[in-house]
């Protein structure tokens, strides 16, 4: 079975040059949207419309405990504040799964994520935002060693 506490979602709260890479700890949620955008075709040669699959929107609700002094929480309140947006608010993300590879490394992916704040609530004590995958992403495995995480992107075929 899958367990919660063995997959993580890390965000670099560095420069893509010195990532600090920190994870998500404080949040209550933790489920990849893929937001399936299709298409429907009407063929002639078909008496019915074919739907075909033309891509994926990855995107991570969060509900973040509002914890002053935690790595995660002073970041996206940060970017909140400053209201960024454009190139601002995109950040680098990291997926570390429980699944291993045949070498007993972690399934991972990085990618870059738009990070859109939704809303921060005084009164629950917390602060809701979403990541959202822009571009790419690149696969690999990685290791967890002290709350940090090494990545190595598979070779390319």
Not at 63 to 69: D, E, L, N, V
Request: aromatic content about 8%; overall charge negative; cysteine-free.
């Amino acid at each position: 079975m899958r367990k919660k506490h063995l997959n993580y979602l890390f965000l670099n709260t560095g420069t893509k040059e010195t990532p600090a890479w920190v994870r998500v700890s404080k949040s209550t949620d933790f489920a990849i949207a893929y937001n399936g955008e299709t298409e429907v075709f009407d063929y002639i040669a078909d008496e019915n419309p074919t739907t075909e699959l033309q891509r994926y929107s990855p995107s991570i609700p969060q509900t973040q405990k509002a914890i002053i002094g935690d790595g995660i929480y002073d970041f996206i309140a940060d970017m909140a504040r400053k209201q960024k947006t454009g190139l601002d608010a995109v950040v680098q993300a990291m997926i570390v799964r429980q699944q291993k590879d045949s070498s007993g490394k972690n399934l991972a992916e990085t990618f870059n994520a738009l990070l859109t704040i939704d809303t921060d609530d005084f009164v629950a004590g917390t602060i809701t935002y979403t990541i959202a995958q822009r571009g790419d992403v690149t696969l690999g495995t990685a290791t967890v060693a002290e709350g940090k995480p090494t990545f190595t992107a598979d070779a390319q075929a």
